[in-house]
């Protein structure tokens, strides 16, 4: 069965500091997508950043970045010079042939100014 | 371009009705799929819709159904409700759901049972 997990259920980081959220997931298949989305206090799910397993180069979305780690099946995400926006739910996910993601339980993102 | 778009956002049901929740996904793409996201359970697959045939459903009981019109609106619908139904249900839609290069989720249906 496919899972992914997510092992921090809350993290803090000081305005402007980088953090670094993980996530691990399970799966026998070789095609597959990842995902890290954020969900604020108003619950709309955005998307922040997303990975092809077939590329080994890690994607790059302005100060947010994954590290790509196929072989451990890991998937972490690196925030940079955090911003106060930032603070929110962090859900990690995958997607697989069979048309679903499957989530993390998520990750409390506190920014303290 | 417009959004994914979810109506009502809101709503208040009693034990025992039923409820239908509407999805409007962006212009141009094919495939719905549709979540539940509660506290306790996190966010749970229900189905996904493409081309008005179910491709993939969730591990729900047989009192959650969906479906989808030939202009991709889809709707959802749970009969004889139960208070743990109570949740936010999303939907989220793509250009095909196979190669989800984006999926993009509408601002979600907030379900209230008493």
């Known amino acids: 069965a496919q899972t992914v997990t997510q092992s921090q259920p809350e993290m803090s980081v000081q305005e402007a500091e980088t953090v670094t959220l993980s996530c691990t997931y399970d799966t026998s298949e070789s095609d597959y997508y990842l995902f890290w989305y954020k969900q604020p206090p108003s619950r709309q799910m955005i998307l922040v950043i997303r990975?092809?397993?077939?590329k080994q180069q890690n994607a790059t979305e302005n100060r947010f970045s994954v590290n790509f780690q196929k072989a451990a099946k890991s998937f972490s995400l690196k925030i940079s010079d955090s911003q106060l926006g930032d603070a929110a739910m962090y859900f990690c996910?995958?997607?697989?042939?069979?048309?679903?993601?499957?989530w993390g339980a998520g990750t409390k993102l506190i920014i303290k100014p | 371009k417009a959004g994914v778009t979810q109506t009502p956002r809101y709503l208040i049901k009693t034990r025992g009705q039923q409820v239908t929740l509407s999805c409007s996904p962006i212009s141009g793409h094919r495939s719905v799929s549709w979540y539940q996201q509660t506290p306790g359970q996190g966010l749970q697959f229900l189905f996904e819709y493409f081309s008005e045939t179910q491709r993939n459903k969730g591990n729900f009981p047989g009192r959650f159904s969906g479906r989808q019109f030939s202009n991709s609106r889809s709707e959802m619908n749970v009969s004889t409700l139960e208070l743990g139904d109570s949740a936010l249900y999303l939907c989220?839609?793509?250009?095909?759901?196979?190669?989800?290069?984006?999926?993009?989720f509408g601002p979600g249906t907030r379900l209230t049972v008493t």
């Open positions: 996910a995958s997607h697989h042939s069979n048309y679903q993601l499957i």
């Open positions: 989220a839609s793509s250009l095909d759901g196979r190669t989800p290069r984006e999926q993009y």
């Open positions: 990975q092809e397993a077939y």
